[in-house]
């Protein structure tokens, strides 16, 4: 996928001979071992072994196969192990058989095994024996099946779990827990890249196999990177950050480690910062006040309060002061999810707060002889105590605690 690549690739097929091969240099016949390289070579590039290109070559390989079913390096010579094994590499490379190759009940495989010696070396030729380890060798990765090039085998590497969230322009895109560890990355010119290590990019494609969300990458030769162009249908926007850090290096070269947060979130502010809230309470009664801190994170991971952000609770809509809280009191018994949003900085994470009624300890939203019960049972040790119950404020559940609650229930006073 490099420019390179495109290069030769260009470079090999513009110089392809008349009669579908190619030879040691331009203007130079034809012959078996340059033909079957340059099929492995176009092969290894994605030209498909259907195309024009090699399927003229194949036809042109063919003619260099003697009725013994080996193959010479050029018409009217023996047939010789080098060529043999080339031939074999390219077949295979093609998705070809190469016993399926016969001339005369023979194939260049059954060919080049004849031409192995007591000792396990392989001739040249029946006639002649000439550099046997070269002869040896090629012929060993043909007989194992292995066309150019032959890479080693991937390593093993251990996955990684990680936090992913993926803020878009309008909502949140994804949040949770993947785990993975080498990734397989299709570019928007249908080219894959793999990444043998778990990175920032393959934790956005394990996000969006779990999650069920689109992204496309494009890849860009001059540094050979591969750039998030969009996930869903938000375009030409993404950054990510580690910890909340932004590194500097492409997400396809960034490996994540184990509990790393990888956040990727959308804006047309190149110099957008990743906002983080904290509550200073995450269970309330109903209209008791709690505090909203809102901040963003620099480059480095260090935390800046943030004024006039938009703190929501739900629908609701709350502005932070110079020092970034918003203090908010709720009516209604619920669950709540909070979040920070301000322009040009990446939407917070979403945080949940329970309102409840005080004195309610059966979770029906109101005040019953159940929870009378309830807390008279905490005081004679028949359920856990819950310092909620502590009514009058002495640090413990005790029968005064049971009165108060009772009072309330039969509206001798009127709050807990």
């Keep these: 996928s490099s420019i390179e690549v495109k290069n030769s690739v260009k470079f090999i097929k513009e110089n392809q001979n008349q009669d579908g091969g190619w030879g040691y240099a331009l203007g130079a016949d034809s012959d078996s071992n340059d033909v079957a390289i340059a099929i492995q070579a176009l092969i290894a590039s994605g030209e498909s072994p259907e195309s024009s290109v090699l399927k003229n070559a194949t036809n042109n390989l063919k003619t260099f196969q003697n009725n013994d079913g080996g193959f010479s390096w050029s018409i009217g010579y023996l047939s010789d192990s080098s060529s043999d094994s080339w031939v074999i590499q390219a077949i295979v490379a093609s998705g070809d058989d190469p016993r399926n190759w016969t001339k005369n009940n023979s194939n260049p495989v059954e060919h080049l095994l004849s031409l192995q010696q007591d000792d396990g070396s392989f001739n040249w030729t029946m006639q002649q024996r000439l550099n046997p380890c070269k002869m040896t060798t090629d012929a060993i990765l043909a007989l194992l099946g292995k066309p150019y090039p032959i890479l ?47 990175t920032a990019l393959g934790a956005l494609d394990a996000a969006s196999k779990f999650g069920n969300f689109s992204y496309e990458v494009v890849y860009y030769s001059e540094w ?193």
């Design 152 to 198: 080693p085998s991937p390593k093993t590497v251990e996955p990684v779990t990680v936090r992913v969230r993926v803020e878009g322009q309008n909502s949140t895109i994804f949040n949770g827990e993947v785990s993975f560890s080498n990734s397989t990355i299709v570019d928007t010119n249908n080219v894959t890249h793999y990444l043998s290590a778990p």
């Design 224 to 416: 050979d990177s591969l750039y998030v162009r969009s996930i869903e249908n938000d375009t030409d926007g993404w950054q990510y950050w580690i910890d909340y850090t932004l590194p500097m290096v492409g997400a396809d070269k960034y490996t994540v480690e184990n509990g790393s947060n990888v956040l990727w979130g959308y804006s047309l502010n190149w110099s957008a910062k990743p906002l983080g809230i904290t509550l200073s309470k995450y269970s309330v009664n109903i209209e008791e006040s709690f505090n909203v801190t809102v901040y963003y994170y620099n480059s480095t991971g260090w935390t800046t309060p943030l004024s006039n952000a938009t703190v929501y609770v739900d629908s609701l809509e709350y502005i932070t002061d110079a020092n970034g809280n918003a203090t908010i009191s709720l009516e209604n018994a619920n669950r709540y999810t909070v979040f920070a949003e301000m322009d040009g900085y990446i939407r917070s994470e979403k945080k949940t707060i329970s309102v409840t009624v005080k004195g309610d300890f059966n979770g029906n939203d109101r005040v019953d002889i159940g929870d009378v019960t309830y807390v008279a049972y905490m005081i004679v040790g028949k359920v856990p105590m819950d310092l909620k119950a502590d009514f009058n404020g002495n640090g413990r559940v005790d029968i005064g605690d049971a009165s108060k609650i009772a009072y309330y229930l039969v509206g001798k006073i009127d709050t807990l």
